[in-house]
């Protein structure tokens, strides 16, 4: 029906106009349309736009970014002047809420979004936490890595959970628990974050740790587009670590050797691999006057130069987009590769996906969303083993030994006498591998059924589905690796299954002569999860040709294992908003969840939650202050969410299984693996918001403001209890933890004129998590942290380290045990003990600030951006610098350690050097010198970009829209930490927040960007 | 919906509903040897496997590469903070085993008429209560007062358990050994399966009686006697003895002198203690194809010297050696200095992977044993000629000149043991139960208290002798507390 209409419309008059915005500066490349049909144009550098239009042309649409869309009714002029006003970005938009969508205005809940420009600024980004990092207040990024596809996680509002899990749940249109690495940012339109309980509440167990609804890029009316967005960049190295070259390094074993009164032993021994000596001319040796060969070191590598590289990126998307009024199409194809500036390590992602939208029948809609994908990547600079990491490694190996000797062999760590074993990191690079890849697919379809004009039921159902092979092999003869195993191989698969099931209805009215707009939801779910995996593996192969490719080429067989589990759940909601004389907002939610990982006596939990807000503005006491504050609504909510993330079937005892040897015969074992709680129950958090939105200067300046503190209570949590009863922890429901925090986000339009506009974005947030009740225990949250009631949750709580013992105070040293050189702790309680009671609490590692700073200016077609953020507050726990410190001889050191304690410099905190086999080598209680102050300023990006103007365009013919940019990420940092960089999270957990481990170095990126629309 | 919410594991099986059949059992009974393994367990250290610890308290050993943490070194100083990781490493590994024992226990007692054979239900069961005798008799030597539980956990309600009397664990001790030894009867004396038999559970329950004699009980002659019936029905025997050659200890298993080790295999289950024992640094040409992770512990000159002039066990490559054949066979390497060779695996020095078992009761123990129970018993001295023989039988095979002794006293028989059962986790467990120490100078018996070893930078006190209760469980129990 539409298209025959198509067919019959000829154009036959031409209409002509201005676009101006309320100022009177001509709005460039606003679209204008015959409304309901593809005929338009776009408005050019004057604003001014000419049309041919059909004669039965009744509506014409004029619509630009950040403009309220204007509608005006075709008459018989032929010249129509517009005047745009500019959409009040904050109280206009319509948010994705869960379960449906409501505009910001009539929202009393607390709701983050990030549109689609924003989240693909930052090139290197390549998954849409790390694009969404800094751009929402009180969502932090935890993890983040310098690793291509290393981990990354979201925290909404500081830590809403102990044990059980503590990522945000993510819901791509609708589909909830999706991966979000999966997702290409670019196919993103928007993202809203659910911050408060009333907002979360409709997801209720899976809520309470924020949720982030993804809603992907629908195809446009009009004439269809095919987008290319294309992005290259080389990222390298900007921090190094301070290590020893190879004179540093011999003046380090010349001192240890000193002090234990020997000599080095390659100035008694000649070792002509590493060393120069002095010799006469007829070839002997020459020796100084204490009898001993004079040498220099043969070779100074620079490990770190050697193991790096300049990294390329790749990133590239083609779109295409059409649509009618029945049906609109989306789709795309990306390629992403990134390359680490460890080499060998990469990360590579090939996807598809299509979003369709449809108007089947006059009652029902339908939107199909299906994205496939596969990644993959390389891994082997990881640490596999004991000290057979390639970045480890890097950091550690000596500078005399070089990557390849004179006759070709490779240098190894332990090539000069008390070295540590270890391979070379280059020759690791090389012969492991260490892959992972995965194949991914989302499917859903939902359909919309309009049963009447103000009722709807939706009918969703989704399938999810994954696998995830890792691949590893390690050639032959690798130390330490594969040097007794001849060539050693593993595969790993996991596969995964989600389907779910969503249904509900939803029922819009108006009451009392429209001054009480109300919104109903009311529906069921169910969740069905399947996880199986399997690994197998062998070694001694005769040839390394196979590599992981034919287990059974090897002859020794690794344990097979494999594994499978399942969970469910089943959810009825409720929600209605109201909304009364546009003024008095109230919105009230409830979920009941059944899940199966908890006791049979408590599947269901139950989740209330109330929001209200005040438009304070539309009152008429307000108005004579509107002319400076244009908008406020104040707005305050409280509400209960759930936790059930912890592992399946941990209300079971278990007997764990294994084999054991007797009389060399493998043989099958139990023994006791779990002490099931029958009363496990959700954990729950009670969440108290309140906030407020203004909006100045007709919205030239918006502020928004959160105060909220979240209370977690039946904690999940894998509590300790005495091993007495045979078990070390079990899973129970225990005391309280509390977050308290604001949020400000703050947006100033500083200069908007015609050509120049200064835009500045401030996203600011604070958290704190406090221990309110454990039942009086201190529990040790791992990695020399604490939690104990009143102070922060995992707390550094180490011995304080005063410096050396001098040799003034031989005496008191030696009631420890030590002497004067050892390093010298602080004895809290004065017993002559350093133990438990001597440690102290030393603050956390998580900041308690982090303030975003983002200036955009933009000229004619340039647009500057620059992006500052700064974090202060916090500790960074740096294993890497007192490893560094702690295993002279072992291995390579910072150039910290030549401030080792001598007799002519006893006032420092480093230990004198000494042998190995002394009992205070390599003292290395963790200790408060580990702890280093965090506060960092980083230059996070700058993007430069330049947009063709339409007139350009209208040289070439085809060309919609064409942007070039350039862009430079993590462009400087200001820190006292000495490390790579000061956001890191070592073992993949959240525990792990700032602690360096021998972490990835993060690189400098610049990346150039072109955008082009056909 | 109740259905839908139902969890159906596959993969795990629940004790709830187990022991139906011998193969459960079985099964349950294995998952207890496999705690007598963790004195191999270690942390991320080269060198530091829960053993070792137990060979740095009794002072004759020192260690060639560095500690890493001070876990070690405080063993040095005899200075055991409650924070050490081996503190908790023996605890928590006793009471582990202890749980599975007492849920194997309750589970087999309840096993339905037909569901095992008298035989089968005998055997494990028996090896349940040696096993937990064991772990009992190991905790109480270190920690003194322990709690003690019997019946396993079925809810974390009441979780802080009073502490026993030393008394009353030693009186559960020998009942569970007793136990052991009636339901084992009628069983061979051994075999070479590599499970706790007959000859196992006599052997441990004479060194539990020994031990009850002796310190911190001192039951005195009674228990002596007991000790010495008990070590004589192994004696009796006739099913072990000792080997001719000291390198039969490293390469026969399960046979002869070896009463009970813990069972290893190369691919499976592999064996630390040949390389955490190889000369650190290591020798410019390796003498392994192990990685060269050694120097976790060797003898002290001065130990070694207190051996007697001509003593086989001094001998280059019998207990300890100063130099070995290169691995490509182009000769000898020098060491730099004396490592412990009693553990020297061949396979391992070739393959790079150790197989070979962990001995944890050998016959020379034993005859010892019994020389020593009779030597108390008689006051000091003693002439009864099977004593003798013992004693003389492990004595003769060292020296081979020496004439038999028509007396012995408990010091000499002690002695003896220092230097026959040298790291083989026993000299710190003697010390404790005689508190007597080997002078390292004079190489004769003193008392324990007052002496300072050679490694050690203070001398043993009343303190050295019980570890502390460990830090997490004294925060997770509040009666772990010492007077």
Known sequence: ?1014 | CDSFLEEKPKTFLNPDSYYQNEKQVLAAVNGIYTFVDDIMDSDIEPGSQSFIFLEFMHGYGERMRGSGTQDLAQANSLLIADNNSYVQRFWETAYRAIENCNSIIEGIEGMAEGTISEAKKNQYLGETYFLRGYFYFNLVRLYGPVPLKLTPTKDVSNTAIELSSVDAIYTQIDADMTRAGELMEDMEWTNTSGRVTKGTVKSIHAKVLLTMAGYPLQKGTEYYTRAYNMAKQVYNSGRFYLFDSYEELRTVENSGEIIWSIQREADNAGNPLHSALLAYPAPVKAVSASAAYGGAITVTRMFFDTYPEGDKRKEEREFYYTQQEALDQSGMVDLGRLYIYKYWDQDAAVTGKSGANFTLLRYADVLLMLAEAKAQADGGTTTDADAIAAYYAVRKRALPEEVKPTSITVDRILQERFWELAFENQTWYDMLRTRRALHAVTGQMVNMIGYQTPTHTAPFTEASLLLPYPIREKRLNPNLKRD
């Open chain 1, 1 to 1014: 029906k539409a298209s025959s209409d198509l067919i019959s419309q000829r154009p036959e008059r031409t209409i002509s106009g201005v676009v101006t915005d309320e100022n009177g500066d001509s709005v460039i490349g606003a679209t204008v349309v015959v409304k309901g049909t593809t005929i338009g144009t776009t408005t050019d550098i004057d604003g001014i736009f000419s049309l041919r239009i059909p004669s039965d042309a009744k509506t014409l649409q004029i619509s630009y970014v950040g403009m309220m869309t204007v509608e005006l009714t075709i008459g018989d002029n032929s010249q129509y002047n517009v005047v745009m006003k500019p959409d009040a970005v904050l109280m206009e938009d319509l948010v994705v809420i869960g379960y449906g969508t409501r505009s910001k205005k009539d929202m009393s809940i607390a709701v983050s979004s990030v549109k689609s420009d924003e989240l693909n600024e930052r090139p290197s980004a390549f998954n849409i936490m790390q694009g969404i990092a800094g751009k929402v207040a009180g969502v932090t990024n935890v993890s983040m890595s310098g690793r291509p596809g290393g981990g990354s996680s979201l925290r909404v509002r500081g830590m809403g959970s102990i044990n059980a899990g503590k990522d945000p749940i993510y819901v791509l249109d609708g589909v909830i628990g999706v991966d979000p690495n999966i997702i290409n940012s670019a196919n993103v339109e928007s993202i809203d974050i659910l911050k408060d309980a009333a907002a979360t509440a409709m997801y209720g167990a899976q809520g309470s740790n924020g949720v982030v609804l993804i809603t992907t890029k629908k195809g446009k009316k009009g004439k269809g587009s095919i987008t290319y967005d294309g992005k290259m960049g080389f990222g390298f190295m900007n921090r190094k670590l301070d290590m020893l070259d190879a004179d540093e390094y011999m003046e380090v074993q010349r001192r240890s050797y000193a002090y234990s009164g020997q000599t080095m032993p390659h100035l008694t021994t000649a070792d002509e691999k590493l060393f120069y000596y002095a010799k006469d001319a007829s070839g002997n040796y020459q020796y100084d006057e204490n009898g001993l060969l004079i040498a220099s070191p043969r070779y100074n590598t620079d490990w770190q130069k050697e193991m790096t590289r300049t990294a390329i990126t790749n990133d590239h998307i083609v779109s295409f987009s059409s649509g009618n009024d029945d049906t609109s199409v989306y789709s795309s194809v990306a390629y992403q590769n990134y390359e680490g500036v460890m080499k060998s390590s990469e990360y590579e992602r090939f996807s598809g996906t299509i979003n369709v939208n449809s108007r089947i029948k006059d009652w029902l809609r339908v939107q199909v969303v299906g994205t496939v994908g596969s990644q993959k990547g390389n891994n082997n600079d990881m640490e596999s083993s004991f000290g057979q990491g390639a970045i480890r490694n890097m950091i550690e190996m000596p500078p005399i030994v070089p990557v390849k000797y004179e006759d070709g062999t490779w240098g190894r760590k332990g090539d000069y006498k008390f070295s540590e074993e270890g391979e070379n990191p280059l020759l690791l690079l090389r012969d492991r591998r260490d892959e992972w890849k995965s194949n991914f697919s989302v499917f859903s379809l939902n359909s919309i059924l309009d049963l009447t004009r103000k009722l709807t039921l939706t009918v969703q159902g989704d399938y999810q589905q994954s696998n995830r092979k890792g691949m590893s092999y390690a050639k032959a003869g690798l130390l330490d690796v594969s040097e007794n195993n001849g060539g050693y191989a593993d595969i790993s698969n996991s596969d995964n299954q989600k389907l779910t099931s969503e249904n509900y209805f939803t029922y819009t009215d108006e009451y009392f002569n429209g001054q009480l707009s109300s919104n109903f939801v009311l529906g069921a779910s169910w969740y069905y999860n399947r996880n199986e995996s399997s690994s197998s593996g062998s070694e001694q192969y005769f040839d390394d040709s196979f590599d992981y490719h034919n287990l059974s080429a090897g002859t020794t067989w690794h344990e097979p294992r494999s594994g499978m589990n399942q969970n469910t759940m089943n959810s009825y909601y409720f929600r209605m908003n109201h909304s009364f004389r546009d003024r008095y907002l109230l919105g009230v939610t409830f979920r009941a969840d059944g899940a199966s990982n908890f006791g049979m006596n408590n599947k269901y939990g139950y989740f209330p939650s109330v929001s209200a807000g005040w438009r304070i503005s539309e009152e008429s006491f307000f108005r004579p202050l509107l002319n400076v504050v244009s908008q406020a609504k104040l707005r305050t909510s409280y509400g209960v969410v759930g936790n059930a993330s912890i592992p399946n079937y941990r209300t079971i005892s278990q007997y764990g299984n294994g084999s054991t040897i007797f009389n060399k015969e493998l043989t099958s074992y139990v023994t006791l693996s779990n002490l099931g709680n029958k009363d496990l129950k959700w954990e729950s958090s009670r969440q108290f918001n309140v906030g407020l939105d203004l909006s100045f200067f007709n919205n030239r300046l918006e502020v928004i403001m959160d105060y909220y503190t979240k209370s977690t209570q039946d904690l999940l949590f894998e509590k300790q209890i005495p091993i007495t009863t045979g078990y070390a922890t079990t899973w129970s429901n225990l005391g309280e933890i509390r977050n308290d925090g604001f949020e400000a986000t703050i947006t100033s339009r500083n200069i908007h004129t015609k050509d120049f506009m200064w835009v500045t974005d401030l996203v600011y947030s604070t958290n704190k998590v406090k221990t309110i009740d454990i039942n009086g225990e201190t529990i040790d949250t791992g990695n020399n942290t604490i939690a104990r009631e009143g102070i922060d949750w995992a707390s550094y709580y180490v011995y304080k380290r005063l410096g050396t013992w001098s040799l003034a105070e031989v005496e008191e040293a030696a009631r420890y045990g030590k002497r004067p050189g050892d390093i010298k702790y602080e004895d809290v309680n004065g017993d002559y003990k350093i133990d438990e009671e001597d440690r102290q609490l030393m603050g956390t590692g998580r900041p308690k600030g982090n303030l975003t700073m983002v200036n955009t200016f933009t000229y004619k077609g340039f647009s500057l951006m620059v992006d500052l953020n700064y974090v202060y507050g916090f500790k960074i726990m740096s294993i890497t610098h007192s490893m560094g410190e702690n295993r002279p001889l072992y291995s390579n050191s910072v150039k910290d350690i030549l401030k080792a304690w001598t007799p002519e410099n006893q006032n420092t905190m480093v230990a004198a050097l000494r042998l190995p086999s002394d009992p205070f080598f390599g003292e290395n209680e963790k200790d408060s010198y580990m702890l280093h102050k965090g506060d960092f300023l980083r230059i996070r990006n700058v993007v430069l970009s330049y947009s063709f103007s339409p007139k350009v365009l209208n040289w070439l013919r085809e060309v919609n829209n064409l942007s070039l940019g350039v862009s430079v990420e993590n462009l400087a940092l200001f820190t006292q930490y000495p490390g790579y960089d000061t956001e890191m999270g070592a073992f993949n957990t959240d525990n792990g927040q700032s602690i360096d481990f021998y972490s990835y170095p993060r690189p400098t990126t610049v990346t150039a960007n072109i955008k082009i629309t056909f």
